[in-house]
T-cell receptor, first 111, second 112 residues
Framework: AQSVTQLDSQVPVFEEAPVELRCNYSSSVSVYLFWYVQYPNQGLQLLLKYLSGSTLVKGINGFEAEFNKSQTSFHLRKPSVHISDTAEYFCAVRARNKFYFGSGTKLNVKP | KAGVTQTPRYLIKTRGQQVTLSCSPISGHRSVSWYQQTPGQGLQFLFEYFSETQRNKGNFPGRFSGRQFSNSRSEMNVSTLELGDSALYLC????????????FGSGTRLTV
């Protein structure tokens, strides 16, 4: 069975500091990996995706993620966050034609 | 290019009623999938349609159903509403099934 774990439900960070949001998955088959961001009362916006190739994936808004197959992780990073990055972030795995989402991490950027 | 459009944005229904939600995908997208988002259960996959055929289904009771039309627009129906059906229902579209990223709509907030 597939599952996605986001260990941190909330991450507080000061503006301009670096941040890492963790995501681990379990799957017995090949997967595609995604990170989405959700602002209040909005749908999900795709930040980045890993399909194949280079394990370091760059996305929108300065975010990047690294796929680590041995650790089954796909952590999201940003070297310097802005107030506008305050939102909820979801890691997702596509396996066997279904999407599995993590429980989300609320990023709270403080001035 | 217009995004994924979901209507209505908000719905208030009474237990036992039925409801139909609509989703218009991005032009050219042929895959539409539906998700239920609640504070307790998070995001859960409902079903996915491609070329008017249901391709995948999540673990929801038969009260939840959907369909896709020839223009790729999709509807989701929930019959005999229960209080626990209160949620944000999100629709997402993609060019094809599987590996492409999905574009989500803003959702329909259903309150039962």
């Amino acid at each position: 069975a597939q599952s996605v774990t986001q260990l941190d439900s909330q991450v507080p960070v000061f503006e301009e500091a670096p941040v890492e949001l963790r995501c681990n998955y379990s799957s017995s088959v090949s997967v595609y990996l995604f990170w989405y961001v959700q602002y209040p009362n909005q749908g999900l916006q795709l930040l980045l995706k890993y399909l194949s190739g280079s394990t370091l994936v760059k996305g929108i808004n300065g975010f990047e993620a690294e796929f680590n197959k041995s650790q089954t992780s796909f952590h999201l990073r940003k070297p310097s966050v802005h107030i506008s990055d305050t939102a909820e972030y979801f890691c997702a795995v596509r396996a066997r034609n279904k999407f599995y989402f993590g429980s989300g991490t609320k990023l709270n950027v403080k001035p | 290019k217009a995004g994924v459009t979901q209507t209505p944005r908000y719905l208030i229904k009474t237990r036992g009623q039925q409801v139909t939600l609509s989703c218009s995908p991005i032009s050219g997208h042929r895959s539409v999938s539906w998700y239920q988002q609640t504070p307790g259960q998070g995001l859960q996959f409902l079903f996915e349609y491609f070329s008017e055929t249901q391709r995948n289904k999540g673990n929801f009771p038969g009260r939840f159903s959907g369909r896709q039309f020839s223009n790729s627009r999709s509807e989701m129906n929930v019959s005999t509403l229960e209080l626990g059906d209160s949620a944000l229902y999100l629709c997402a579209s993609s060019l094809e099934l599987d590996k492409y990223g999905y574009t989500f709509g803003s959702g329909t907030r259903l309150t039962v």
